[in-house]
């Protein structure tokens, strides 16, 4: 006789909504660069790579200014993560990071998302 063995595959997180996502600037970022840095913002979902949005880079600037808004797809618990890089020649793995931020669901809402 012939058996069959079937595995489950992994449950994908529920999609609750879409969170408003504001990018407006950034101040006083470290000069990574003989210039000026060339700063752009990498917001996403930790976990989710594919959940993501980013800004324009802005060239020669310590204090960009980017009004980048968007949404992005969240579940429950999901936290977002806020990356500043400095554009380099040579490709995104040779970008410096600024500096980041990673804000958890409670800090978003009250009630978490």
Same mark, same amino acid.
């Not at 504001?22 to 210039?35: E, K």
């Not at 700063?39 to 594919?50: H, S």
């Not at 993560?81 to 809402?109: A, E, I, M, Y």
């Given at each position: 006789?012939?058996?069959?063995?079937?595995?489950?595959?992994?449950?994908?997180?529920?999609?609750?909504?879409?969170?408003?996502?504001?990018?407006?600037?950034?101040?006083?970022?470290?000069?990574? #660069?003989? %210039?000026?840095?060339?700063?752009?913002?990498?917001?996403?979902? $930790?976990?989710?790579?594919?959940? !993501?949005? &980013?800004?324009?880079?802005?060239?020669?600037?310590?204090?960009?200014?980017?009004?980048?808004?968007?949404?992005?797809?969240?579940?429950?618990?999901?936290?977002?993560?806020?990356?500043?890089?400095?554009? #380099?020649? %040579?490709?995104?793995?040779?970008?410096?990071?600024?500096?980041? $931020?990673?804000?958890?669901?409670? !800090?978003? &809402?009250?009630?978490?998302?």
């Amino acid at each position: 006789p012939a058996s069959a063995t079937a595995a489950a595959a992994p449950a994908s997180p529920r999609v609750l909504g879409k969170a408003k996502i504001s990018i407006i600037s950034a101040s006083g970022l470290r000069n990574a #660069d003989a %210039g000026k840095s060339d700063p752009y913002c990498v917001c996403e979902i $930790v976990g989710k790579p594919q959940v !993501r949005m &980013q800004t324009p880079v802005i060239n020669d600037t310590c204090d960009p200014v980017w009004n980048k808004r968007g949404e992005l797809e969240y579940a429950k618990g999901d936290s977002v993560k806020f990356s500043v890089f400095d554009k #380099d020649p %040579g490709g995104v793995h040779n970008h410096d990071c600024l500096g980041h $931020v990673t804000l958890t669901s409670w !800090r978003l &809402q009250p009630h978490g998302f």
